[in-house]
């Protein structure tokens, strides 16, 4: 997903419902990115923040126990989505808002309904048994 995103040193990647903070660490740890992940579940919160705190990321790597609807996303240059083609729906006002022009928006799994996608790249995690297959939507602001 990053580097589908096309993501550099020195961007901010969002990540909304970072889950554990995979994606945010790896974007500050192997990109050079500032990372921000907005996350609803504490336990996966405290996880994420052990996981950067270990690695000594805190100045590049954040996660925030908030609602995705009450974080500003202005700074993004690249904000990821794993959630479902309704929440997409959902978010998509928030995100044509806020969004600078040229921001990147990936999906995985789910499209972003109206919009039409620069990039889409299908990959199956077990090649050998043929699934789970993703499918991952690039979109440009």
């Known amino acids: ?10 961007e901010t990647l969002y990540d909304l419902g970072s889950g554990d903070g995979r994606a945010v660490i790896m974007a500050a740890k192997d990109f050079g990115a500032k990372s921000v992940g907005v996350e609803l579940r504490e336990d996966l919160v405290k996880r994420a923040l052990g996981n950067i705190h270990e690695l000594g990321l805190e100045t590049k790597a954040q ?28 978010v998509k006002p928030k995100l044509e808002t806020e969004l600078k022009p040229g921001a990147r928006i990936v999906s995985h799994d789910y499209e972003v309904l109206g919009w039409k996608p620069s990039k889409i790249d299908n990959f199956c995690e077990n090649p050998r048994l043929g699934y789970p297959s993703h499918t991952l939507y690039v979109y440009k602001r």
């Open 63 to 90: 996660i925030f126990q908030n609602d995705i609807f009450k974080v500003n996303l202005s700074p993004a240059d690249v904000v990821f989505l794993y959630l479902t083609t309704s929440a997409n729906e959902k």
């Open 1 to 10: 997903m990053l580097i589908l995103a096309e993501l550099k040193p020195g």
